[in-house]
């Protein structure tokens, strides 16, 4: 009994060291609090599939702050992707448990539980490549960043380094390449058509796929409206259902006349969509200081590669 009891420890001994290789410095997650990060792992992993592919790897992003940034892509993407992020420190283990539940039926992983500080945390930290132990450094790195920056500098973060297509990162690159503006002129649309993309934006395209990008669209709307976010007008109790596209692995260049094509005007949403005058949300705004907003970087921090293998 002792034998197999110390084997036992030694096991857990042994994957607690495994994973804990796999996770960034402490130190890395507490500098990104006044530092820009450089690049993050996940376009890391972009530009090598892009290499792999035989293409030259693209980057387009440009960092703007949050008070840069639209209301209405900060309510979408509350909305649609964390309606708790002002109320969990980084997890959500009630979406959690559903989800692992989903994989149980689907004998596979499927995308969804994970908040905004897990997905800021997979693409500083990580690759979208899926693993038990992916998940686990995941969640750490989340509670690290919960406890080492305030929830306006991890938004911030969060929609400045997001994919949104082949080679594009962060709201003012999208904002510009899909609706030729910058991320704070776009209207509650145009908010709610980039915040679709988030769970697979290399296929859920404006031009690739405008039918499931406009199903998309109209769901955030949806959700913002529920939100308080949007004046809900002549809509059912019941909300579109979700496009079954899940959190993608392999990167799938843009068309090519796209790139050197100009903007199209965006998918239009039904005409009993409009902004409320004075919303009051049920998710809260989040109202940081101007110190939070406006945070100096004059070197961009880049975290080290991580390994991420998958258990």
């Not at 905004?116 to 038990?132: E, G, Y």
């Not at 395209?205 to 002549?234: D, I, T």
């Not at 790139?259 to 005409?271: L, R």
Request: aromatic content about 6%.
């Amino acid at each position: 009994m002792r034998r197999f009891l110390l084997l036992g420890l030694g096991v857990v001994a042994a994957v607690s060291v495994y994973l804990a290789l796999g996770l960034p410095s402490r130190g890395a997650v507490r500098a990104l609090a006044e530092t820009r990060p450089g690049k993050t792992s996940v376009m890391r992993q972009r530009e090598r599939e892009a290499e792999r592919a035989g293409r030259r790897p693209r980057t387009q992003q440009t960092w703007v702050p949050l008070s840069r940034i639209s209301r209405h892509l900060v309510h979408a993407v509350l909305a649609s992707e964390d309606q708790k992020f002002f109320g969990h420190e980084g997890v959500d283990w009630e979406a959690i448990q559903e989800s692992l539940e989903e994989d149980r039926r689907r004998w596979r992983f499927a995308r969804g539980g994970s908040t905004i500080t897990q997905q800021l945390a997979k693409n500083l930290f990580f690759t979208t490549h899926k693993s038990l132990a992916r998940k686990v450094r995941e969640l750490v790195a989340a509670r690290w960043l919960e406890a080492d920056l305030g929830k306006a500098r991890i938004l911030e973060l969060y929609l400045n380094v997001i994919e949104w297509g082949d080679g594009i990162y962060g709201a003012e690159a999208a904002a510009r390449r899909y609706f030729g503006k910058s991320a704070a002129g776009l209207s509650a649309d145009e908010a709610a058509g980039l915040a679709g993309m988030i769970p697979n934006p290399r296929r859920r395209h404006p031009k690739r796929n405008p039918a499931s990008f406009a199903r998309a669209q109209k769901r955030v709307l949806w959700l913002m409206a529920s939100a308080g976010y949007l004046e809900r007008s002549g809509l059912g109790a019941t909300p579109p259902p979700p496009e079954p596209v899940e959190e993608d692995d392999v990167a799938e260049p843009e068309p090519a006349e796209d790139a050197a094509a100009p903007s199209e005007p965006p998918v239009e949403a039904p005409p009993e969509w409009r902004e409320s005058p004075s919303p009051e949300p049920s998710v809260p705004s989040p109202e940081p200081s101007p110190a939070e907003l406006e945070t100096p970087s004059p070197e961009p921090y880049e975290p080290s590669p991580q390994p991420s293998p998958s258990v």
